[in-house]
């Protein structure tokens, strides 16, 4: 008997309209666990590198995360994977919301869809009936409205619905794939799902989960949920008030934005005036957003309320969900006062099925263009003078396709070429060609330069989390490592040293903290992301806060309990090892090179190049890689992963004598 997951995928063929149950081997389960982990192992054995993210070739896949659907508590997250159109390389993205418990219970713990339908249709998922239903009377229509008329279609009020908007139909490169609560928006994933003719996925699931051990799974439900309670009354001190709490960052509870406007310089280095955050404009903002957020939502099987619902009746959506930091990236990038400005776009723009970190980004170049008489007014004509109207213009041309809109629906890496004309010089905020969060800061930060650079998500905010992101005011620190239980075993000695020293070596750097400490705080906060994208924790209440209720010493206590499988901390870690590299050397096969792992230039004020060359090869000697970032035979095969370091040495990628330099390797 399988326990935490059903052992079951679903493979829907859109070119042939198959739809075919699959049991699934418990051996990938051991090695890979789920979500993430089996997701790329999927796209190594059956997307050759050569294909098109836009290809019928391509394969999406829908994954619920090993311990979606249990008890645990905010194991709730979809990881969505494909071959991202604007990166060219791997994309996956978590999605929150009720999606993947909900596909658990009808029976599948992944859906597969390859192939293209020759018209637009969606999916019907309930239990073991499968249908591949018409959505032609869907085309055009917006990522939520598609979710509700599916519902109303179907007569199933409690069916979670997955869909794209007119973004993804067109094949946006930076299209969402929108769920009502939460969306999987990096990366382009909804424009995989438009190439392929699939307008949405309804679920609805009436089955249930077993797990090995229930008494003690819900004894480690009953000490997550008693630690999210305490933390509710001890805010961590120190650190600004989105990251005192716990849960994803409570953009829509708490209206305190002096950090945001004061530190952050959004819109493609538009600096921030320095007087912006007043006592005026914050009672502005708190009334705009008090009448705007009709209340606080959670995701499933969760406490912690990070989204609400956004009433707006005046854009022709009557609500639409909104969390994180959505409500004030277009503000920023508008350079606006106004942050009903940033309500009234979101919610145009989460129709149309846009990322909210990358669709900004890319109009605020557009205008910086339009300024610098790169774009002119046969480019886009009508362009309006007012700068909040500028942005409705271009959003609606980008998801449409129109005119100028067509060239901007590639990103700025991609635009920027096109355009021509010295356009690449306004491409300064991309890694590896996908925009990144706009934050311009003084000194170069060593940890966030190694994130930045040799992450697979390729953005900052899928991989930070669990540390402070600035030094903690000197009357905190040794309180804040007292209970700092949250540290990797053995680690615990140069991780509080660093809470205490950091902030305090402004004469020693650029040599301190050293490089080795360094490489382990990264790999710390990468693996803790690495495992929330293979269970289905939220990152929220793991990889992501300060001092979360899920962490590297409780989560296998779960996994054991849950899956039967008797697995402790080295082993998750070795997984963790197994499924990093698989997925380097799933990017590595499709061109990724030591050349393309470096942040936005203007990131830091004050760079170091000496001592970023210095930082990723040292990074790459601990990871068991080699200078060019490629995993080596000796660290793919201790591993467990053979069978790529053959595929890379018969490509001619890796040779057969490198061997690495590497604790991680030989661990």
Not at 419 to 426: L, R, S
């Amino acid at each position: 008997m399988r326990y935490a997951e059903t052992g079951f995928n679903l493979e829907i063929d859109l070119s042939r309209g198959s739809i075919e149950k699959v049991p699934t081997e418990p051996k990938l389960t051991e090695l890979h666990l789920g979500g993430l982990g089996t997701n790329a192992k999927i796209l190594w054995d059956r997307v050759p590198p050569e294909v098109d993210p836009l290809s019928p070739d391509n394969i999406l896949i829908f994954s619920s995360g090993i311990l979606a659907a249990t008890p645990a508590t905010g194991a709730n997250r979809t990881i969505v994977s494909t071959f991202s159109p604007q990166t060219l390389l791997m994309a996956f993205s978590m999605m929150g919301g009720f999606f993947a418990p909900e596909l658990k219970y009808a029976g599948y713990d992944k859906v597969i869809i390859s192939g293209k339908s020759p018209s637009l249709v969606y999916l019907w998922i309930k239990n073991d009936k499968v249908e591949i239903r018409d959505a032609s009377h869907l085309h055009g229509k917006g990522a939520l409205e598609t979710a509700d008329l599916i519902r109303q279609e179907l007569n199933e009020p409690k069916a979670q619905v997955a869909a794209i908007g007119l973004a993804g139909e067109n094949s946006v490169y930076y299209a969402s794939i929108e769920h009502g609560r939460s969306s999987a928006s990096r990366g382009g994933i909804g424009a995989v799902m438009g190439s392929k003719g699939l307008k949405a996925i309804a679920v609805r699931g009436t089955g249930d989960i077993s797990l090995a051990r229930p008494d003690e799974f819900i004894e480690l439900c009953n000490e997550v949920l008693k630690y999210i309670q305490h933390r509710a009354s001890n805010p961590i001190k120190g650190v600004p008030p989105i990251l005192a709490g716990i849960g994803s960052p409570q953009e829509m509870a708490i209206h305190d934005e002096q950090w945001h406007t004061t530190s952050f310089a959004w819109g493609h280095a538009r600096q921030r005036r320095k007087d912006f955050w007043t006592k005026e404009r914050e009672k502005e903002w708190r009334e705009t957003q008090e009448k705007a957020v009709e209340r606080l939502i959670s995701c499933y099987n969760c406490p912690m309320k990070c989204g609400a619902v956004v009433s707006y009746p005046a854009l022709g959506v009557s609500k639409y969900m909104m969390k994180c930091y959505s409500k004030l990236t277009y503000v920023m990038a508008a350079m606006a006062d106004d942050l009903d400005f940033g309500f009234r776009i979101a919610g145009r723009a989460q129709e149309y099925g846009l990322d909210s970190y990358t669709t900004p980004q890319v109009m605020a170049f557009a205008i910086e263009l339009y300024e610098a008489g790169i774009l002119t007014e046969e480019d886009m004509p009508g362009f309006p003078s007012r700068n909040e109207d500028r942005f409705f213009y271009l959003v609606d041309k980008i998801a449409m396709r129109e005119g100028i809109g067509d060239v901007l629906a590639k990103g700025v890496y991609w635009a920027a070429r096109q355009i021509g004309k010295g356009a690449e010089a306004f491409d300064h905020n991309t890694t590896k060609k996908h925009e990144q969060m706009v934050i311009k800061l003084g000194m170069l930060n060593p940890i966030y330069y190694l994130m930045y650079a040799t992450g697979e998500k390729i953005s900052i905010t899928q991989i930070e989390g669990q540390m402070p992101q600035a030094p903690l005011p000197k009357d905190y620190r040794e309180e804040f490592i007292k209970d700092w239980i949250h540290i990797p075993t053995g680690k615990e000695e140069g991780f509080k040293r660093f809470i205490l020293e950091w902030g305090d070596e402004d004469k020693r750097f650029p040599f301190w903290p050293p490089i080795d400490l360094i490489c382990e705080l990264v790999d710390w906060q990468e693996t803790m992301h690495y495992i929330d994208d293979c269970t289905g924790i939220c990152a929220g209440l793991s990889s992501f806060p300060i001092k979360p209720p899920y962490h590297i010493h409780n989560i296998p206590l779960f996994l054991s309990a849950g899956t039967g499988l008797d697995i402790d901390e080295p082993g998750l870690l070795e997984i963790v090892r197994r499924n990093r590299n698989l997925i380097r050397a799933v990017n590595v096969r499709r061109g990724l090179r030591r050349k393309d792992e470096k942040p936005p230039e203007d990131h830091w004020k004050k760079r170091f190049p000496e001592l970023e060359a210095k930082l990723l090869d040292e990074y790459y000697k601990f990871r068991g890689w080699n200078k060019e970032g490629i995993p080596t035979k000796e660290a793919l095969e201790g591993l467990g992963l053979d069978y790529v370091a053959k595929d890379l040495i018969e490509r001619g990628i890796l040779t057969n004598g490198e061997k690495p330099s590497s604790k991680e390797a030989s661990a």
